[in-house]
C-alpha cells in the first residue's frame, strides 16, 4: 500500500468524455483529490460523487481538482455523471491499471466469500506529484468534507 510523503504513481486515462487525463495534466497547476470507488451508481459511490460535487466550488478555491476512479466505461460515467448531475471528472480505469498501482484492487472476504473489488481509497496529490494522504477502506459518510478539511489545514498550515 501507497504512504504519504512518497511520490504518487503516474496514471493516464481516458475520462468520461474519452478525454485523457493525467497527472502530469495538473503537475505545479492543480492539487489532485483522486479518490477510487467500487461501481457507478450505487448508493454509497452516489453519496461519495454528490458530496464531492457539492464542495466541488470549495476543493476549486483551495487549486484542488476531485477525479473519481472505478473500472466503469466511460459510457457509464457519463450516465452517472448525467443522472446525478455531478461535477467531477471520472476515469475509466477498465483494464484496472491504476487500481494495481495505487493498491486499491483487492481480494476481500465477506460471509465467507472471497472476491477481488475495489477498495474505496482516497488520495491527496499535491502539486508537486508527492502524496500527501493515502487513505484506504474510507467509508462514504462525510468523508468528501473530510478530505476537504485536510486540505484546508495543510494550505493554513502552508500560509503559518
Known amino acids: 500500500m501507497l504512504e504519504k510523503n512518497q511520490p504518487a504513481p503516474y496514471f493516464r486515462s481516458l475520462q468520461q468524455d474519452n ?3 493525467s497527472l502530469d495534466d495538473y503537475a505545479s497547476l492543480k492539487n489532485v483529490v ?3 470507488y467500487p461501481k457507478d451508481d450505487t448508493p454509497g459511490c452516489t453519496i ?3 458530496d464531492f460535487t ?3 466550488a470549495d476543493f476549486a478555491l483551495l ?3 476531485v ?3 472505478s473500472k466503469d466505461s466511460c459510457e457509464s460515467h ?3 455523471i448525467k443522472k446525478y448531475d455531478l ?4 476515469l475509466a480505469d477498465e483494464s484496472g491499471e491504476i487500481c494495481e498501482k495505487y493498491g486499491v484492487w483487492q481480494e476481500v472476504e465477506k460471509e465467507g466469500v472471497k472476491k477481488w473489488k475495489i477498495v474505496r481509497s482516497t488520495f491527496i496529490i499535491d502539486k508537486n506529484g508527492i502524496l500527501v494522504e493515502a487513505m484506504y477502506n474510507v467509508t462514504h459518510e462525510g468523508h468528501a468534507q473530510a478530505v476537504l478539511d485536510m486540505i484546508k489545514n495543510r494550505e493554513e498550515n502552508a500560509d503559518a
Open 87 to 90: 461535477n467531477v471528472e471520472l
Open 63 to 65: 487549486d484542488t481538482v
Open 54 to 56: 457539492a464542495m466541488a
Open 34 to 36: 483522486l479518490y477510487f
Open 19 to 21: 478525454k485523457l487525463v
Open 67 to 69: 477525479i473519481g476512479v
Open 78 to 80: 457519463r450516465a452517472f
Open 48 to 50: 461519495e460523487a454528490n
